[in-house]
Nanobody, 119 residues
Framework: QVQLVESGGGLVQAGGSLRLSCAAS????????MGWYRQAPGKERELVAT?????RYAGSVKGRFTIFRDNAKNTVYLQMNSLKPEDTAVYYC???????????????WGQGTQVTVSS
């Protein structure tokens, strides 16, 4: 199995910063991509940023958030600066993992971490 464990969420004032981390562990041959998504109350889950060779950001976070990976640790980070109240959501980590050299790639999700930005 593959487990994703997120950390780093919390309460911060508008304009502040937080760094989220997500570590993948378990039966992993390779990780083909990692990313962050978020879901605010009453809204659908949306892409925040992904990293799979190249990086991709939602327009609403471009220039404020940075995604980066430590491949040796199977960990992805999300540095969030200039946070706004509308960034308040549960943030989820996703990894696309190939478990063995012969298997296909499958998506795995973390349990989510709450980020609350006060005005």
């Amino acid at each position: 199995q593959v487990q994703l464990v997120e950390s780093g969420g919390g309460l911060v004032q508008a304009g502040g910063s937080l760094r989220l981390s997500c570590a993948a562990s378990g039966s992993i041959f390779s990780i083909n991509g990692m990313g962050w998504y978020r879901q605010a109350p009453g809204k659908e889950r949306e892409l925040v940023a992904t990293s799979s060779g190249s990086t991709r950001y939602a327009g609403s976070v471009k220039g404020r958030f940075t995604i980066f990976r430590d491949n040796a640790k199977n960990t992805v980070y999300l540095q969030m600066n200039s946070l706004k109240p509308e960034d308040t959501a549960v943030y989820y980590c996703k990894a696309v993992v190939q478990r063995t050299v012969e298997s296909g790639s499958y998506e795995y999700w973390g349990q989510g971490t709450q980020v609350t930005v006060s005005s």
